[in-house]
């Protein structure tokens, strides 16, 4: 016996079998003890529907229980007939007609998706209201995202945001603070960023080669585990203490250090802890963090992109604004912990929480609910079935869209020196720059989820681009010194931090359109390769903005001298060229309806759409691994010092 209704309906006969006499209530049962139903703890199914206190063991069930959901589907009570027997009775049986009519059916009357547990028998102290916000009624239990077996999903998106946020300030100045050049500056920042390069290799490995049975539960542990051992190494074989780069710094400044290069205490790295972290060693272990960090990370998107095809229609797009906003919540939280925790207690101090929060994650990973040992289509069928998505022109047409928007929000790479030289502001509001834009991204993600995540996704994209060129424009106003009586910093932050709002509200309407792009079975590599091509636009256009520095005169001597004239130019041609993307807007899909629409098309299949949209996406690999690669071999090779 595989279960038991809530509620049942019951013969005059069936109750006699119990030895007693017919209820007055339909629905109770009297001294059900006397049944042998299988169940251990020798009592009714659902003991916990109360049973009466006078010692009659009467059971007494509500009468608007007459239907659960079971494995996703709505079932209801139907009359038991005289001849059936109860030790038969069988909760999962769903046939329906035909003489053997069993006691379960599907329900013709609720199309309700179903949530995996419902308040009345959860023993639950919250609430209502508050279980079925933790706990959605209208979705099925794995999307549920605050279940014991899936909340190291969303913990997983939280710790890739802390750990961005612990790590940025990290590696921006501790180098710095070891005398860095620039060349070894862009090296340290080269290799921690390196390993997202392997996205799409990651996802293709998971996809095809399950570890100890499972596709993403043990490679997640894996990465999270790299990542904690590459910041164990900088702790057990380097003093990270401010005192040691005070003496280096001494023994270098009084020649006494002169012979002990770089190279060589790198040599003598694990050998001994008396002294600060080479440049090489330093770099080593943000590579191996790099790997794990990226890693997990596309462990914790393919199983979005798995469950995200379980939502119903109502809520599509709600798992991955969740998930997002735990995401940039952390990243919100922990950029100026980790300033205030450099400065008051030292590198160290940041390195030990990089290197135990990973860990904190193990138990969660550990009790995620996923299939063992599902049966995994061959390398070449996932090869084959990924080349005829990227061939539907649902695919390659709306992707074209992104790639082709992201390359065009072209910034202004001589802004941060203007605030610096001409406005003279100090690093702490530099900083604060920072700090607000990470907030206003995740207030960003929050609006769209709340209030624009119903709308056509061309409607976002066309009213944040137009919003976004006319807060661009007002940093012409700030150049000319027209503020409206507000602080230059004030104005500053305004505009700054009102773009990165805008940017929230963008990032999410493209990642859920990537999900319902990625075929079943291919998750991990599609999605990576869909994020990898996103993701390489934003290089090309950093590549870019670069090269119109020299197109006007906008160097730190000008700005000196008072010339802001090639500032006004490259502000004004920037905003253009971002605010130029709204001319491909059409490419995108309105909605998801529209997105399936173009499943069917007339074009759909295009080997040429197909091999475009590949060679865009392996030639961007290929970019980024060439300038990782310049950064780490010759080091300078773009004019730093």
């Given at each position: 016996m595989n279960g038991s209704p809530t509620s049942r309906y019951i013969s005059e006969e069936e109750?006699?079998?119990?030895?007693?006499?017919?209820?007055?209530?339909?629905?109770?049962?009297?001294?059900?003890?006397?049944?042998?139903?299988?169940?251990?703890?020798?009592?009714?199914?659902?003991?916990?529907?109360?049973?009466?206190?006078?010692?009659?063991?009467?059971?007494?069930?509500?009468?608007?229980?007459?239907?659960?959901?079971?494995?996703?589907?709505?079932?209801?009570?139907?009359?038991?007939?005289?001849?059936?027997?109860?030790?038969?009775?069988n909760y999962e049986n769903e046939d329906e007609g035909g003489d053997d009519a069993r006691h379960v059916r599907r329900s013709h009357q609720s199309n309700t998706?179903?949530?995996?547990?419902?308040?009345?028998?959860?023993?639950?102290?919250?609430?209502?209201?508050?279980?079925?916000?933790?706990?959605?009624?209208?979705?099925?239990?794995?999307?549920?995202?605050?279940?014991p077996e899936n909340i190291a999903v969303p913990a997983c998106y939280l710790l890739v945001g802390l750990l961005q946020g612990l790590s940025g300030p990290f590696t921006n100045v501790y180098p710095l603070d070891l005398n860095a050049s620039e060349a070894q500056q862009a090296t340290i920042s080269s290799l921690k960023s390196l390993p997202s390069t392997f996205k799409l290799a990651f996802g293709f490995l998971s996809d095809n080669v399950p570890l100890c049975g499972y596709r993403r539960k043990s490679y997640m542990l894996l990465g999270w585990a790299i990542t904690s051992f590459s910041m164990c190494l900088l702790l057990f074989?380097?003093?990270?203490?401010?005192?040691?780069?005070?003496?280096?710094?001494?023994?270098e400044g009084s020649g006494g250090g002169g012979d002990d290069d770089s190279a060589g205490r790198y040599q003598r790295q694990l050998q001994s802890t008396a002294y600060p972290p080479s440049i090489p060693f330093l770099s080593f272990s943000l590579l191996l963090f790099g790997t794990g960090f990226w890693f997990a990370d596309v462990?914790?998107?393919?199983?979005?992109?798995?469950?995200?095809?379980?939502?119903?229609?109502?809520?599509?797009?709600?798992?991955?604004?969740?998930?997002?906003?735990?995401?940039?919540?952390?990243?919100?939280?922990?950029?100026?912990?980790?300033?205030?925790?450099?400065?008051?207690?030292?590198?160290?101090?940041?390195?030990?929480?990089?290197?135990?929060?990973?860990?904190?994650?193990?138990?969660?990973?550990?009790?995620?609910?996923?299939?063992?040992?599902?049966?995994?289509?061959?390398?070449?069928?996932?090869?084959?079935?990924?080349?005829?998505?990227?061939?539907?022109?649902?695919?390659?047409?709306?992707?074209?869209?992104?790639?082709?928007?992201?390359?065009?929000?072209?910034?202004?790479?001589?802004?941060?020196?203007?605030?610096?030289?001409?406005?003279?502001?100090?690093?702490?509001?530099?900083?604060?720059l920072l700090i607000v834009a990470y907030i206003l991204l995740w207030l960003g993600i929050m609006a769209y989820k709340k209030f624009f995540i119903k709308w056509s996704w061309r409607t976002v994209y066309i009213s944040t681009?137009?919003?976004?060129?006319?807060?661009?424009?007002?940093?012409?106003?700030?150049?000319?010194?027209?503020?409206?009586?507000?602080?230059?910093?004030?104005?500053?932050?305004?505009?700054?931090?009102?773009?990165?709002?805008?940017?929230?509200?963008?990032?999410?309407?493209?990642?859920?359109?990537?999900?319902?792009?990625?075929?079943?079975?291919?998750?991990?590599?599609?999605?990576?390769?869909?994020?990898?091509?996103?993701?390489?636009?934003?290089?090309?256009?950093?590549a870019f903005s670069t090269l119109l520095l020299g197109v006007w005169d906008v160097s730190k001597e000008a700005m000196e001298r008072g010339d802001l004239s090639g500032m006004i130019n490259l502000t004004a041609l920037t905003t253009l060229i971002q605010v130029s993307g709204v001319l491909f807007v059409g490419l995108l899909p309105r909605t998801k309806e529209d997105l399936a629409n173009l499943h069917s098309d007339g074009m759909s299949g295009s080997k040429i759409g197909g091999f475009i949209f590949l060679f865009v996406t392996f030639a961007s690999v290929l970019y980024s691994l060439v300038i990782g690669a310049l950064n780490i071999i010759s080091p300078g090779w773009a004019g730093e010092s």
């Open positions: 109750i006699a079998l119990g030895g007693g006499a017919p209820p007055s209530n339909p629905f109770s049962v009297n001294n059900d003890d006397d049944y042998d139903d299988g169940y251990a703890n020798g009592d009714d199914a659902y003991p916990e529907n109360g049973e009466a206190k006078n010692g009659s063991n009467l059971e007494l069930w509500k009468d608007d229980i007459r239907s659960q959901n079971r494995n996703g589907h709505s079932f209801e009570m139907v009359p038991l007939s005289k001849e059936d027997d109860l030790g038969e009775f998706p179903f949530s995996g547990d419902d308040y009345a028998t959860s023993n639950t102290f919250l609430p209502k209201s508050v279980y079925q916000y933790i706990f959605p009624p209208t979705v099925p239990r794995a999307v549920q995202l605050c279940r074989f380097s003093d990270l203490s401010m005192d040691a780069v005070e003496l280096q710094n001494n023994q462990m914790g998107d393919s199983i979005v992109a798995e469950k995200a095809k379980l939502e119903p229609e109502s809520s599509r797009g709600h798992l991955q604004s969740t998930c997002y906003a735990c995401r940039f919540f952390g990243l919100m939280i922990a950029a100026p912990l980790s300033t205030v925790i450099y400065s008051s207690y030292g590198p160290r101090a940041v390195v030990v929480l990089m290197a135990g929060l990973p860990a904190s994650i193990v138990p969660l990973v550990y009790i995620l609910k996923e299939t063992k040992n599902v049966q995994v289509a061959s390398t070449k069928d996932q090869c084959s079935e990924i080349w005829n998505t990227v061939c539907s022109r649902a695919v390659w047409q709306p992707m074209g869209f992104v790639y082709l928007y992201n390359v065009l929000q072209v910034g202004n790479a001589a802004w941060k020196q203007y605030l610096k030289t001409v406005l003279e502001f100090t690093s702490n509001q530099l900083n604060s681009t137009l919003l976004n060129g006319i807060f661009s424009a007002l940093q012409i106003l700030l150049i000319k010194g027209i503020t409206f009586g507000l602080s230059p910093f004030l104005f500053a932050l305004g505009d700054d931090a009102f773009a990165d709002f805008i940017g929230g509200i963008q990032f999410l309407p493209t990642t859920i359109m990537m999900v319902h792009l990625c075929p079943s079975g291919s998750e991990g590599a599609s999605y990576a390769m869909f994020t990898t091509m996103s993701n390489s636009a934003y290089t090309v256009s950093t």
